[in-house]
């Protein structure tokens, strides 16, 4: 009989069934972002698995977002389970999708990417890795938390973040109800995260602000830099681009901008609606000639209930 037992235990995964840890360093809603959490409905309708619109139609993944191209590269990408590496791709540009559109990304949405075989029929598959950064090769023993490249936005992407999918028997499953996604039904023993993942209305937006001149382009584009430090005094307008990521209903944003005398020169509070994501920019011009050379600095403040977040940026007009 125990012997029965026992032989029951093995070939499951319920005595010891492992967790999902972040594939990414960082601490979701105050240095990373869930930008689009799995689309559980399987008609062209949308809804993530909290019952919430932090998705699109046919996602089927967990994407974690950083703010910008420099934290991207300075971020590691690790495994989130032991396994094999099943496969990698490192040879695809950031970009492509800005750059060329759906054509320069073909088939390879993924873009850089990883797969972990993590037993029982069970696969991550991690993608958008950043190019020439993947650190594992095919055959790869990997524990959780080992790196495996940096966050890049490679293949079909506008923006610097890991994608992760879980896959069952080829079948993609939900990690923050363990269900498989084409029919909601629960997968045994199934690969889920080891830890609860903030709600939207528990994190911190995602805000990011930066100095440019005018004009700014009109589509609104994820920010990939941080904004320039340095502008020319010639330019007949300065911007500030602001850029917020899935606001909540309810969500303040205050902007100030200082020109280098210390004098504020303008003050609005913006409520933002509830698009996925928004820009505002805050232009100062003069039309008299007379440039306001020096430090210009802006304060950009968060508010989401009792949380607060305030980002000051600068630039240097010289
Ligand atoms: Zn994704």
């Known amino acids: 009989m125990l012997a029965l037992i026992s032989a029951l235990i093995g070939c499951g995964r319920t005595a010891e069934t492992p967790t999902l840890a972040l594939p990414i360093d960082c601490e979701v809603g105050v240095d990373c972002w869930i ?14 698995p909290s019952g919430g619109d932090s998705t699109y139609d046919g996602h ?22 032991a396994g094999t590496v099943l496969r990698t791709r490192n040879n695809v540009p950031d970009g492509q999708l800005a750059a060329g559109g759906e054509i320069a ?5 993924c873009g850089n990417g990883v797969v972990i075989d993590a037993g029982d029929e069970w696969e991550v598959q991690l ?19 080992a790196p495996l490249g940096r966050v890049g936005w490679s293949g079909w992407t506008d923006h610097p973040h890991v994608h992760m999918t879980v896959r069952h028997q080829g079948r993609v499953v939900d990690p923050f109800a363990g269900a498989y996604l084409d029919d909601g039904s629960a997968a045994e023993n199934a ?7 903030p709600e939207p209305h528990e994190m911190d937006a995602l805000v990011w602000a930066g100095f440019d001149v005018a004009p700014l382009p009109d589509a609104i584009t ?37 020109a280098p005398d210390g004098t504020r020169t303008s003050s609005e509070v913006v409520q933002p609606n509830t698009r996925p994501r928004q820009v505002w920019r805050v232009t100062k011009s003069w039309p008299d000639g007379e440039r306001p050379v020096g430090l210009w600095t802006a304060e950009v403040t968060w508010r989401r209930g009792d949380r607060t977040r305030t980002l000051h940026t600068t630039t240097v007009l010289e």
Not at 60 to 81: C, E, F, K, Y
Request: glycine share 8%; hydrophobic share 45%; with cysteine.
């Open 105 to 109: 990304v073909g088939d390879e949405k």
């Open 222 to 258: 994820w920010p990939l830099d941080s904004g320039r430090a340095v502008l020319p005094a010639s330019t007949d307008a300065l911007v500030l681009a602001v850029f917020l990521w899935r606001p909540i209903e309810g969500d303040v944003v205050q902007v100030t901008l200082k």
């Open 191 to 197: 690969l889920v995260w080891g830890a609860a993942l």
């Open 60 to 81: 089927q993944g967990t994407d974690l977002a950083v703010r910008d191209s420099g934290q991207a590269a300075a971020t590691w990408v690790r495994a989130p389970i």
């Open 35 to 48: 930008s689009n959490r799995p689309d559980v409905d399987p008609t062209p309708a949308i809804r993530d």
């Open 127 to 145: 993608c958008h890795l950043r190019w020439g950064s993947v650190i594992v090769h095919d055959g790869d023993e990997v524990t959780p938390g």
